[in-house]
């Protein structure tokens, strides 16, 4: 089955760039995706399609994709930024989704 | 709006079952595909089962093939995933969302499921 792999934990200062990447065997040929998550609360979608932003997401965030490894970039850091981070792909061999194992994104 | 409602968690014993309910508002529920997804206490997420606007199409995580089903009811505006032969692993947090084209938006605030002796 398809693997995606993500760092456990990234930390950054407010007003930085936090850079999340996700792992994947020819990634690139896949679209990409993904999710914000808050202590408590349920994941909410910030990229999809590797690099497009729902309605309501800041243009901070931003995504790309290629070879073997997908990006999420925040810029300009603030501290309600902090969450987890999943990536997400399709895995149309299997029919199955496929999730990250998630980045937890520390604001200092 | 938007609206999903996820409810029937609880706590069941291992080899149990258990039935889960998403109830859906705020746009046209037999125009879209389904998922569930589940969450462990503490752990990352885990896609479970993907079902077709019609209900035609339906797919299953390996860890899960053969132990649970998931349907819809359409003129109810529902999604169900039945969990037999449950196991402590499927603990989770149990969560529907839409499936877009290949990503899932919006989610549900939830239902835990604690397998539990």
């Known amino acids: 089955s398809y693997v995606l792999t993500q760092p456990p934990s990234v930390s950054v200062a407010p007003g930085q760039t936090a850079r999340i990447t996700c792992g994947g065997n020819n990634i690139g040929s896949k679209s990409v995706h993904w999710y914000q998550q808050k202590p408590g609360q349920a994941p909410v979608l910030v990229v999809y399609?590797?690099?497009d932003r729902p309605s309501g997401i800041p243009e901070r965030f931003s995504g790309s994709n290629s070879g073997n490894t997908a990006t999420l970039t925040i810029s300009r850091v603030e501290a309600g930024d902090e969450a987890d981070y999943y990536c997400q792909v399709w895995d149309s061999s299997s029919d199955q989704g496929v999730f990250g194992g998630g980045t937890k994104l520390t604001v200092l | 709006q938007v609206q999903l409602v996820e409810s029937g968690g609880g706590l069941v014993k291992p080899g149990g079952s258990l039935r889960l309910s998403c109830a859906a508002s705020g746009f046209t529920f037999s125009d879209y595909y389904m998922s569930w997804i589940r969450q462990a206490p503490g752990k990352g997420l885990e896609w479970v089962s993907y079902i077709s606007s019609s209900g035609s199409t339906i797919y299953y995580a390996d860890s899960v093939k053969g132990r649970f089903t998931i349907s819809r009811d359409n003129a109810k505006n529902s999604l169900y995933l039945q969990m037999n032969s449950l196991r402590a692993e499927d603990t989770a947090v149990y969560y529907c969302?839409?499936?877009?084209?290949?990503?899932?938006?919006?989610w549900g605030q939830g239902t835990l499921v604690t397998v539990s002796s």
């Open positions: 399609d590797d690099s």
């Open positions: 969302a839409n499936y877009g084209r290949t990503w899932f938006d919006p």
